[in-house]
């Protein structure tokens, strides 16, 4: 069974520009978790998506958008990009709201 | 805010030895989820707790739910080299507003001295 797949693994980006970043969680999991982990803030929870639909959502800024297909892959779109938005995007697969939750390799982001 | 105390924040031990890890909080959890993590990877599950006072083992890891549900602990026995990375705490609180959400410990880093 193929486990969560992020990609790409590594970024670099530009201030001001935006950026997507993908997710395809596991066989039939239908709930995807997206987290930025820094150095100083540790791994902080961005948001959550169950059957197409955020159904919780962290203290980020609202630059930081996501979505979630039919298939259950989701994408994180980061927009107007800026110095301190460099960290490690990981995101977390699971069957449902409850239970195990699954991480991708992760994609890293250095904004520039 | 709701977060999650790990301690300690380092160890350094000698191959062999046992380690003791372990998460408090001040909300009540109703899932503990212990990772692992190499640099530049994901977390590794390596426990998953959902009954205050379960204790679960993984071969030489042994996870605790506290009777509380504002604890857990993670115990390695006989340590190896391998076992060097970082370990986190994580969990999910009680409570609508908190779906999917899972708060993170701050991480033990390990090493191990061959």
């Known amino acids: 069974k193929a486990g969560v797949t992020q990609t790409p693994r590594y970024l670099i980006k530009t201030r001001g520009q935006q950026v997507t970043l993908s997710c395809s969680p596991i066989?039939?999991?239908?709930?995807v978790s997206w987290y930025q982990q820094t150095p100083g803030q540790g791994l902080q929870f961005l948001f959550e998506y169950f059957s197409e639909t955020q159904r919780n959502k962290g203290n980020f800024p609202g630059r930081f958008s996501g979505r979630q297909f039919s298939n259950s892959r989701s994408e994180m779109n980061v927009s107007t990009l800026e110095l301190g938005d460099s960290a490690l995007y990981l995101c977390a697969s699971s069957a449902g709201t409850v239970g195990e939750a699954f991480f991708g390799q992760g994609t890293r982001l250095t904004v520039v | 805010g709701q977060q999650l105390n790990q301690s300690p924040q380092s160890m350094f031990i000698q191959e062999g030895e046992d380690v003791s890890m372990n998460c408090t909080s001040s909300s009540i959890f109703n899932t503990w989820l212990w990772y692992k993590q190499d640099p530049g990877e994901g977390p590794v599950l390596l426990i998953a707790l959902y009954k205050a006072g379960e204790l679960t083992s993984n071969g030489r890891l042994t996870a605790q739910f506290g009777i509380t549900r504002k604890d857990s602990f993670l115990n390695i026995s006989a340590s190896i080299p391998s076992d060097v990375g970082i370990y986190f705490c994580a969990g999910r609180i009680l409570g609508s507003s908190n779906t999917g959400k899972l708060i993170f410990g701050q991480g033990t880093t390990l090493q191990v001295k061959p």
């Open positions: 066989s039939g999991h239908r709930s």
